[in-house]
């Protein structure tokens, strides 16, 4: 199991923060990688109160759900196993902007960082599920789709 690891420090959600989770869901779409709700299906929960997301049941890119809130009390350590499904990437790109916006204090992951973070990787190792995803989609433009 491939697991990421956050601390949460006391700092609400800020608006750029949420816009900046909106936008990486966004590339999500535009690189194939499907992002549905926490349960992997429907939609993504993003706003000022709460993150939450996962791959999609559907294309069988799913494992266990991001979370991540707005009230630091909810979880001051937490995690979440991806099973290097193709929506790690939008984890680590989250994790990332959420040290950036001092939402947590770090984030570490069993594995190499680095690897995992890099679109490639994932894609030369999920053809399966990006293939699938790809013959949903076919050649349309998916940034439309969210």
Known sequence: MYTNYWRRTDEPFTKEFVNDVLAIIAS?????IRICGGNGEGIPEINENTIWFNGCKEFETSYDSFMLTSNPEDAVFSFCKTGRMPYDYAVKEVLESALRHNIISRWSADGDCE??????????????????????YGDDDVTSLF
């Not at 999500?28 to 194939?32: G, M, V």
């Not at 690897?115 to 949903?136: H, L, W």
């Open 115 to 136: 690897q995992q973070t890099d679109y490639e990787y994932v894609s030369d190792n999920c053809d399966y599920n990006i293939s699938k995803v790809n013959a949903y």
């Open 28 to 32: 999500c779409f535009q690189k194939r």
